[in-house]
């Protein structure tokens, strides 16, 4: 996982560790929705759960809680990758002091929800060093 990107927003909540949980839920839960609707996002099951602008971090963590459970009913190709970044999400937001979301908190997951699938492959991305090993051919000696 390459989360190294997450240092160069300026947002003091974004910096925090609860910050980062919960962006990182907004794109776990992003890419839930596409799994479940692919063709439009808000007509996936997930969205109309969540409660944009007004949710609190109990909310996030009940959604969250599904996570496991949803990516294998909807048999989803990513699921493996969904739920690691599910855990390390889950991780973050234990670790943060943070008890509330607030505006700043409800604005950043709603950001990463919407962008969920351009984050989901910045956080994904394959380093140079395997791209080159998987380009090279194979050689028998």
């Known amino acids: 996982m390459h989360l190294e990107f997450l240092e160069k927003f300026t947002d003091p909540y974004l910096q925090t560790r609860s910050g980062k949980g919960i ?9 839930l929705a596409l799994g479940q609707s692919p063709e439009a996002i808000d007509s996936a099951p997930i969205f109309k759960q969540l409660n944009f602008g007004r949710m609190k971090k109990r ?3 009940k959604h969250m809680a599904r996570v496991p459970e949803l990516t294998r009913a909807y048999n989803l190709d990513l699921a493996k990758m969904i739920d690691d970044l599910c ?4 991780e973050m937001l234990l670790e943060g002091k943070e ?3 607030g505006i ?9 929800f919407l962008n969920a699938r351009n984050y989901f492959w910045t956080i994904f991305r394959k380093q140079e060093s395997q791209l080159k090993i998987e380009e090279e051919p ?3 000696l």
């Open 59 to 61: 909310d996030v963590l």
């Open 87 to 90: 855990a390390k999400s889950g």
């Open 99 to 101: 008890r509330d979301l």
């Open 104 to 112: 700043d908190g409800n604005f950043i997951f709603s950001v990463a």
């Open 138 to 140: 194979n050689h028998v």
């Open 23 to 31: 962006f990182l839920a907004g794109v776990t839960l992003g890419m």
